[in-house]
């Protein structure tokens, strides 16, 4: 990073921030239903090495994609599609907010895959409000700036997505998942037991229209609520559900299925991973991949592969698919003596099933997003 802003600017970088991308563990398409949700930021990131300007232009070299971003905080305007729209909507975000910005220049590199159900997206964005927030000397209020990033991300790029993402970039903690209550914004650390292994597993499919996929289950999670005079989904209880489910068109009735056992289901995972209770929190994440297949409708053949042949391995407690779905990443909790075991043979059955290579990560939980000064 360093060396790569040196050569560009000729002069050494006076800040370098990152900030991680997440895994979910549990809690999938709960978040903008209200509810809760178990990610935790991983051990890859987003690293912007950068120095002030005395102007108000930013200007931003992506080593990955070798192309250089730049605007006028005077003049913020729309782009094509592309990354470079995730930092301008971080500024037009922090702007709204009434803060007062200063350019800056630098570089920026990613250790997140695109597209992959990891947050790529999310770790850009809280990076570039680190790194707006060391040159004009902002105060760093990690959910404030998860707030401001999904703001960016829905009315800037246009994206609907809920807050799971920003938030855990933004508040991860070292060695915890985060229990995220999605109405309060109140954040647990939950422990993750030394004895188990968080593996990210690739399948290196990614699904194009997935935000218009998304927006409908948004818009179908919304009719269900109505049904039952909600205004979302978090209030539903089992009792209204088993009384009123028959009045609803049967595509409305899995999704709200989905979303109320979800939740229970997060609950419960929290519980036994306080307790150590790996084969039940394993259990729960098959479960909700069979809830996200069958009822929400948001997994692959990819995907469904991927999470069959993780979780038959030994010492596998349980996988499932992560983040929005229609491709990208699976994620298994596995015992810590067999994950470098598991990894190679899981590559290896994937490739013979469908004859995609894919990619297994082992991650560790890490902390949230942060400025170091150089
Ligand atoms: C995407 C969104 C999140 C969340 C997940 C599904 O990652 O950005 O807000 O809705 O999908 O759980």
Redesign the pocket.
């Given at each position: 990073m360093e060396r790569g802003f040196a050569a560009r600017f000729r002069q050494p970088a006076e800040w370098i921030v990152h900030a991680p991308g997440r895994v979910?563990l549990i809690?999938?398409?709960?978040?903008?239903n209200d509810g809760y949700?178990l990610p935790m930021a991983i051990d890859r990131a987003v690293w912007i090495a950068l120095r002030p300007r005395a102007d108000q232009l930013v200007r931003l070299e992506s080593l990955d994609f070798h192309e250089t971003l730049e605007f006028d905080l005077q003049a913020l305007g729309h782009g094509g599609p592309g990354w470079g729209e995730y930092p301008k909507g971080i500024a037009w975000a922090l702007q709204q907010s009434g803060r007062r910005l200063r350019g800056w220049e630098g570089v920026i590199s990613g250790e997140v895959p695109l597209g992959a159900?990891l947050?790529s997206?999310?770790a850009v964005e809280l990076a570039t409000a680190r790194a707006f927030a060391a040159v004009a000397d902002l105060e760093w209020d990690p959910p404030a700036m998860a707030q401001l990033a999904?703001r960016a991300?829905n009315e800037w790029v246009g994206?609907a997505?809920?807050?799971?993402?920003?938030l855990t970039s933004a508040c991860g903690l070292a060695d915890h998942a985060l229990r995220i209550d999605c109405r309060s914004l109140e954040i647990e650390p939950v422990p993750l037991p030394e004895s188990a292994s968080v593996l990210v597993l690739d399948t290196g499919t990614r699904r194009d229209l997935v935000s218009s996929a998304?927006n409908q289950r948004r818009e179908e999670c919304r009719t269900g609520a109505q049904a039952f005079g909600l205004t979302s989904l978090r209030d539903l209880t089992e009792e209204a559900f088993a009384a009123g489910q028959g009045r609803l068109e049967p595509v409305i009735r899995r999704r709200v299925r989905h979303v109320l056992n979800e939740n229970a289901r997060t609950l419960r995972a929290v519980q036994a991973l306080r307790q150590r209770e790996l084969e039940l929190a394993g259990r729960l994440m098959v479960q909700s991949h069979a809830s996200l297949r069958d009822d929400f409708e948001?997994s692959s053949p990819a995907l469904d592969a991927m999470v069959e042949i993780a979780a038959a391995q030994p010492g596998c407690w349980g996988a499932r698919m992560?983040?929005?779905?229609f491709g990208g990443c699976a994620v298994a909790l596995v015992d810590r003596e067999a994950a470098g075991a598991a990894g190679p043979r899981i590559t290896a059955a994937f490739r013979e099933r469908t004859g995609i290579q894919a990619a297994v990560y082992i991650c560790r939980a890490a902390g949230g997003a942060e400025a170091m000064h150089v």
């Open positions: 979910n809690g999938e398409h709960t978040d903008y949700v159900g947050s997206s999310a999904q991300e994206v997505c809920g807050i799971m993402d920003q998304y948001v992560t983040g929005g779905g």
